[in-house]
């Protein structure tokens, strides 16, 4: 079964302290991007890669971190995470002709 | 560089009836794909339809229907026979093909189907 797999689905942080959100997928697809989902303001893509070691900046990439060391992983990493991150992320995927799979979202929350 | 625009924030529709939902956009690319996404209360993008740039007819997939007008750069989702089941958020999205890893979306519009 295709899948995109996010983790974790829920977290609670503090500012300033380091977090990673892994995201895995399983259908050999060259491009992975993170979004963030905030009310009224739809998803806007953080970073995307079109494949291994290749990366690029998104429309809102301040205060993250991105690696492709592999193909089906994509992890997100905060550094120092402030409150202004409080948000829902998705990560997905695409082939090169193909819609884009999400994985279930991480809902963060920086207090 | 790309950009969507949903119009309509949100809509309403009574069941069994036909609704429409708006999106522009722009780009300088003469190559691209736009696609609309739906995202139930529960939280998951669903991908629902896809048009190319080059197509030459309006993509289709049972209830939904593309509305392509590409000299108008505009990519209208039409939602036939609508459902309690299509309420939820739609997404209207881009990606050019000169660089397919960049994705645009569009802001969202709210619809909710009345019984």
């Known amino acids: 079964e295709a899948q995109v797999t996010q983790n974790p689905r829920y977290l609670i942080t503090v500012t300033g302290k380091k977090l990673t959100v892994t995201c895995s997928q399983n259908?050999?697809?060259?491009?992975m991007s993170w979004y963030r989902q905030d009310p009224g303001l739809g998803l806007r893509q953080i970073y995307y890669?079109?494949?291994?070691?290749?990366?690029d900046k998104g429309d809102v990439p301040e205060g993250y971190k991105v690696s492709r060391k592999e193909k089906r992983n994509f992890p997100l990493i905060l550094e120092s995470p402030s409150p202004n991150q409080t948000s829902l992320y998705f990560c997905?995927?695409?082939?090169?002709?193909?819609?884009?799979?999400f994985g279930q979202g991480t809902r963060l929350t920086v207090v | 560089a790309q950009k969507i625009t949903q119009t309509q924030p949100g809509m309403f529709v009574q069941e069994k009836e036909a609704v429409t939902l708006d999106c522009t956009y722009d780009?300088?690319?003469?190559?691209?794909?736009l696609f609309w996404y739906k995202q139930p209360s529960s939280g998951e993008m669903i991908f629902l339809i896809y048009?190319?740039?080059?197509?030459?007819q309006n993509a289709t997939e049972g209830r939904y229907s593309l509305n392509f007008q590409k000299a108008r750069k505009s990519a209208n989702l039409v939602i036939s026979a609508s459902q309690l089941g299509d309420s939820a958020m739609y997404f209207c999205?881009?990606?050019?093909?000169?660089?397919?890893?960049?994705?645009?979306f569009g802001d969202g519009t709210t619809l909710t189907v009345k019984p």
């Open positions: 997905a995927t695409s082939g090169s002709n193909t819609e884009a799979f």
């Open positions: 259908m050999n697809h060259e491009y």
């Open positions: 890669s079109m494949n291994v070691e290749v990366t």
């Open positions: 780009t300088s690319d003469p190559s691209y794909g």
């Open positions: 048009q190319g740039s080059y197509d030459q």
């Open positions: 999205a881009m990606r050019e093909n000169t660089n397919a890893g960049k994705s645009t």
